[in-house]
T-cell receptor, first 113, second 115 residues
């Protein structure tokens, strides 16, 4: 069974640009969540989707958005990039509520210059 | 709001020895899961062990075991017979058992294995 796949793995953008990151969950998993990992702030929850609906959202500005498609694949978008958005963005999937375990992808490392 | 605290930013242990990583958490809920995740350098995060709050018995996975003290809100990880491959960042994490897939992470402990 394939694991959680994130693309692209690495990308470099400049301030003011926007970026879209993609996550394909494990087959059969309907919940996808996103986390931002930085040396200063650690791992912070961005949002979670289940069956195309956003169920939970972290404390991030509106520049951060996401969506989930009918095949459970998810994308997150960051508009008007700032230097502080440089981070490793991790996607995790689970089979659903109360599953008790999240499976993580390798992450997309975003550098904003 | 739930919080997870890891008070040891770095730990080191001799190969084949035992090490314990500490974690405390704060929650008003009674039903939840606790996890230890391992993140090797430049590699993906993987689950090491999990504990369901309603289970009194401490979870064990091969060389990894936990000491879960629900009343004290403490959840430590013991690694026995440490191996070089155990070197990684270890994150303690909490998730509510109410259909909420939001993990709250601690700040992590970097574990170094000394050959």
């Amino acid at each position: 069974k394939a694991g959680v796949t994130q693309t692209p793995r690495y990308l470099i953008k400049t301030r003011g640009q926007q970026v879209t990151l993609s996550c394909s969950p494990i087959s059969g998993h309907r919940s996808v969540s996103w986390y931002q990992q930085t040396p200063g702030q650690g791992l912070q929850f961005l949002f979670e989707y289940f069956s195309e609906t956003q169920r939970n959202k972290g404390n991030f500005p509106g520049r951060f958005s996401g969506r989930q498609f009918s095949n459970s694949r998810s994308e997150m978008n960051v508009s008007t990039l700032e230097l502080g958005d440089s981070a490793l963005y991790l996607c995790a999937s689970s089979s659903g509520p109360l599953a008790g375990e999240l499976f993580f992808g390798e992450g997309s490392r975003l550098t904003v210059l | 709001a739930q919080t997870v605290t890891q008070s040891q930013p770095e730990m080191s242990v001799q190969e084949a020895e035992t090490v314990t990583l500490s974690c405390t958490y704060d929650t008003s809920e009674s039903d939840y899961y606790l996890f230890w995740y391992k993140q090797p350098p430049s590699r993906q995060m993987i689950l090491v062990i999990r504990q369901e709050a309603y289970k009194q018995q401490n979870a064990t996975e091969n060389r990894f075991s936990v000491n879960f003290q629900k009343a004290a809100k403490s959840f430590s990880l013991k690694i026995s017979d440490s191996q070089l491959g155990d070197a990684a960042m270890y994150f303690c994490a909490y998730i509510s058992n109410f259909g909420n897939e939001k993990l709250t992470f601690g700040t992590g402990t970097r574990l170094t294995i000394i050959p």
